[in-house]
Structures are given as C-alpha cells and as structure tokens.
C-alpha cells in the first residue's frame, strides 16, 4: 500500500478509515481538533477574538504550540508521533519519518555508516484538504512488506545532505535522487508528490550525530511552501531531533539499571529442607523503568533460612547500585547467624557508613523448621501476610522501625508460629500501593485476591498463589516495582531430628559414635553406619580441642543425612597438606572426600560445622 496525496477513504459517518501507524505496528489513536486554515496555509484552532493574526504570527503560535506537543513524549516513539501529529496536518498533508539504524547513542561513536530506515508514515485524504468545514485527521498506514533501508552514502547528495544538518526544498538541485530514495523506500510513489516547492526534507541531527530524517509535503489544495517554511521545518527537525536524542539516552539508562537490578536478585532461590519458595519481579511501569526492590532466601545453620525482602527508595542506577550493595550486607550479617533485629541493627550502621542518603526498606525473617517458628523484624517495610493452612489470612504485627538509613534504630524481633502448611508472604509496597488507594486498602484488596485462589481446605499451589497475588495488577496505575516472596512452611518431623549436647573430653568422639549408630539404626539407615561413624569421628574430634563448652550435636534425615557439630570457638578448621611426619592434619580430607557436601559456618555462639550424606537409595 502506497501514501497517495490524493487517495482517501472513509467509512459511514465521515471517520478516517485507519488512524496513523507507528514503526512498531501499532495503530496510534489521535485525537482530531477543529482546524481554521492561516494565510499561510497552517491550519489549526486559533484562539477566539482574531487578534495577532499574519503569517508571521500564525508561524510563530504554531511553532510555539508545536514543539510543545513534541517535548511531550517520553520514548522514540512517542516523540516521533508527536511530531507527526504536530506537522499534520497543521503545517503538511505528508509526513515521513526515517530513523537511522542503529541509532547512536549519546557521543559514542556509531559503528558504521548505517542505513535509513522508514519509521512513521502520516498523510491526509485529500477530502480534508479542502476547506469544507471538516475535521481532517492524519491517516497513514505502513507499508505491508518491509521497506529496504536507504544507504546515504550510496545515494547522491544525501549524505552531505544529512551532515550539514539543514531543511531544503525538494527540487532543490543535487537533492532530488535522495528525496526519491526516501520517498520509495517510505512506500510512496515519487510521481504523485508535486515536484515544486510543496516538499521539505530536514535531516534530524541530535547533539552529536545525525538521527534520520523528515519529509514533510503539501497537496495542491494549500499554498506551498515559503522559505520562511524552511525555518519551520528546521525548528521541529530540531526539536524532534532532540527528543530522539533524549528518548535513546534514556533507553540506554533504564536498559542498563534494569540488567544491573535483575543481575542483583538471585537467579535462582535455594531449596532448603522444611520449607518452599517462590518469587515473582515487575518492573515498574514505563514512567518509572527501575527501582530498588530486591529479595532474598539465604540458608543457615541448622537448617534455618533467611527471608529477606527491602525497597530502596528511588528510581535510578544508583537506587539498583545501593539495592545490590544492601543485598550483599544482608547476607553477610546473615552468615553470622544474628538474630534479625541485630542485622537490621548492623545494615542501619553500614548504610549510614557508605555515605548515601538514599533510604530502604527492609523486613527480615528467619525460619526454623525443626521447631516450626518464625522470628522477624522490620524497618519500614510494608508487614507481610500470613495465610493459614485452613485458607485464613492475617497481616502480621511486627513492630515497624525506622527505614534503613534513617539511624533512630529501634528494631524489635517478634516471634510467631508457624505451622506446616501455612504460606508467608513478603512483598514490596508496590503490590499494594497505586495511585488513588492507601497501602492498607491494597493488603485488604490482596487477602481477597489470595483468598479467591484457595477456596477449599487445601492451600493452592505456590507458583499460582504468587500469580494470583499479582493478577489484575497493570503498569498504567503502578509506578513502582515490585518484589514478591512466598515461603510455603513444611516443618521438619521431630522424629527425623537427634540433638545432644557433649562435654568436650578425650571421650566424646567415642560416645558421638555410639549416639550415631543407634539413631542410624533406629532410621534404618544401617548402610550409612560406617561412614557416617568416620566422619561424625572427626569432627567431634576437632571440635573438642578446641571447645571449652559442651558441644552441640545434632543428626537430621530430611532429603539427605545432616550432621551438625556446634562449639564455642569461632577459628574455622581449615584443610592443609600434613606431611609424612604429622600425627595429625588429614581428618577434614577424609570429610571431603565420604560427604556429600560439608562446610563451616561462624554463628554468633561460635562455629558449626556440618556435612551431609545421600540416602540410600537417593
């Protein structure tokens, strides 16, 4: 389909038959004002009363008017619309867009000479060219197979054309192949566009390098161009240009802060004994891009874990930046096994530390499986929801302290049950928090929403429980982000766990071993009862030279075997090479070889030290 000046259609009723299209595709809806014709052939609504009326005025109000419309837009896009809806058809009948490809980015060098590629296509039936009342409307649908690129450097005087960076008439002498390239390559035949003074082309050229260009054109029904014209075109070519300029900056931005928020939340959360997990990330709406909302599942000791969810406050690289550095405090404080008003104690501290002023958000919570309880603090942050395993929901009470950054402290631990079945929910404000509705409507509005996802006794599934909290949810009313965490509670059987507390003597391995082959056997475990002996042998043994309390000593069957040593020394065993001589130095190699997986870990008690085996049969 070509852009003919003086083709239209219309439906019953008088309405354009297609609304204009944009380089995507997309059919861009455009409101239609009242339009007066200018001696000059502008045509748009003139304020009332007649005064300041000319050409040189009627320029000068349209001009005003018009790079207005075209500062409005946010993206390439939008700019490139505006612009089109700008020119037509107040100052043309035709306008034709053609971005450069790839588009250069701020003062980076462009790779290449690139190409001209059609991007916007908009132009007038020729009955609203007439001055017949009428409310004329931009129309101009793509080309229905792709447009072959324009190359400026292999056609005449285009590329001289571009650099140079100024409007010029279309029969202007060396120019015409360019402006017949353009036109082809846009989907419009040459030979239907007047070749006298009723076409400008104006390159689009940002702060650094040339972004496209623009042909505007007039149809036999209005006068055509004057030189005045040129200064016109040249002011939206430059504005528009501008806007582009802006729009690919800005893209560039909010692409890079997007990829540094995401590479900072974890790519996968673990699988700890006991309990489920699930999450979800939205960005935040297109006004906004980025944000600083982050979570977390850290594992500790004893087959705890750590739930961490925090909100930065802001919209920008540097809100991703200070996300990711809180993130990494977090789990650093975690792995001192800390209580959660201490590490929101600490993080508050090392905030301050780093110097910024942005504030966060933070709630942290920390799960035991084996006694079925949940301990959490919170700076701030939006309280998370618990729903029961008989489809009840609550809004926990945690004591709300000040927002990281702040340094008034304060943070209080609350513990509560939680019994298996039950799911826990940590999110950002951002899932209940829109324009017109307060945060506690939203979490009210979030109960239905979860309650309607589990209508029998049994809780729903957790990846479609976390679907369910987000439905409805559109970027039009959300201008913030959002983080989402679920935990689904499972609980670990007290017949699957063995703790003992040892004194620390030259004894202790020996009853360690005795301790283990009666619970092995009791699990029924008997083809683990050499090697477990081995190893639970020699940690204990190094434990004990280093202890001066009872040694905690716990075994655990979930998905593996788990053997937990505890002692008061904060000094981690290290592997190193024993030579020939040493009596000592090559128990941990033992461990390294038999478990599954072992490690140390300093606690706030001291250390513990764990391995694990396979099941039999696993």
């Not at 976390?466 to 965490?485: E, H, Q, S």
């Amino acid at each position: 389909m070509t852009h003919h000046l003086g083709a239209h259609e219309r439906r019953p009723g008088g309405t354009p038959s297609s609304p204009p299209a944009r380089g995507d595709g997309a059919v861009l809806p455009v409101p239609v004002p009242q339009h007066a014709r200018s001696a000059a052939g502008y045509r748009w609504a003139r304020p009332p009363g007649g005064a300041g009326t000319g050409p040189q005025n009627d320029r000068l109000r349209y001009l005003d008017a018009a790079t207005r419309q075209i500062a409005r837009g946010m993206d390439l896009d939008e700019t490139l619309h505006e612009l089109c809806r700008a020119a037509v058809p107040a100052f043309a009948d035709l306008a034709l867009v053609h971005l450069r490809d790839p588009l250069p980015v701020g003062d980076e060098i462009p790779a290449g000479p690139g190409v001209l590629r059609p991007h916007s296509a908009y132009r007038v039936p020729e009955d609203d060219r007439a001055d017949h009342g009428g409310s004329p409307a931009p129309v101009g649908p793509r080309p229905p197979r792709p447009a072959p690129p324009v190359r400026p450097a292999a056609v005449a005087g285009l590329a001289p054309f571009l650099a140079a960076g100024r409007p010029a008439f279309g029969n202007t002498p060396g120019l015409i192949p360019a402006v017949t390239e353009l036109l082809v390559s846009a989907g419009v035949a040459p030979a239907e566009v007047p070749g006298d003074l009723r076409l400008i082309v104006a390159p689009l050229r940002g702060r650094s390098h040339v972004m496209g260009s623009v042909v505007l054109a007039r149809g036999p029904g209005r006068p055509p161009f004057t030189p005045d014209d040129l200064l016109v075109a040249s002011q939206l070519a430059t504005h528009t240009a501008l806007g582009v300029d802006k729009a690919v900056l800005y893209g560039r931005e909010a692409s890079v802060a997007n990829a540094l928020q995401r590479t900072m939340l974890p790519l996968s959360l673990p699988e700890p004994a006991g309990v489920r997990l699930a999450s979800r990330y939205l960005p935040a709406s297109r006004t906004a891009q980025v944000g600083g909302d982050w979570y977390d599942a850290i594992p500790l000791p004893g087959n705890r874990v750590a739930l961490v969810i925090g909100d930065v406050m802001g919209h920008s690289m540097t809100s991703a930046a200070i996300m990711g550095q809180l993130r990494t405090i977090v789990q650093t404080l975690a792995g001192l096994d800390l209580p959660p008003d201490e590490v929101l104690h600490h993080l508050d501290e090392q905030a301050e530390r780093l110097g910024s002023r942005h504030m966060a958000t933070c709630l942290y919570a920390m799960y035991d499986p084996v006694s079925q309880r949940l301990l959490i603090a919170n700076a701030g942050h939006p309280p998370p929801l618990l729903l029961h395993p008989d489809g009840r929901g609550e809004i926990l009470r945690v004591p709300p302290g000040a927002p990281i950054g702040v340094g008034d402290g304060g943070y209080e631990s609350t513990e509560t049950d939680a019994p298996p079945g039950a799911t826990l929910l940590l999110f950002t404000d951002g899932l209940v928090e829109a324009r017109g509705s307060d945060v506690l409507t939203g979490m009210e509005r979030l109960l239905a929403r979860l309650r309607r996802a589990a209508p029998g006794s049994a809780p729903p599934p957790l990846e479609r429980l976390c679907d369910r909290a987000l439905a409805g949810l559109g970027t039009d009313d959300r201008d913030d982000d959002i983080a989402l965490l679920a935990a689904r509670f499972e609980g670990i059987q007290p017949e699957t766990v063995a703790y003992w507390y040892l004194a620390p003597h030259p004894r202790t391995a020996g009853q360690a071993r005795r301790l283990t082959r009666r619970t092995l056997r009791r699990w029924g475990l008997d083809d683990l009862l050499e090697s477990t002996e081995l190893l639970v042998s020699e940690v204990v043994a190094n434990a004990v030279r280093f202890a001066t309390r009872p040694l905690a000593f716990r075994l655990l069957r979930t998905d593996v075997l788990r053997c937990e040593v505890g002692d008061d020394s904060p000094q981690i065993p290290r592997m190193r090479h024993a030579r020939l001589s040493d009596e000592g130095g090559r128990g941990l190699f033992l461990v390294d070889h038999l478990a599954l997986r072992w490690g140390a870990t300093r606690v706030s008690t001291g250390k513990v030290v764990w391995f694990e085996q396979r099941l039999p049969g696993a």
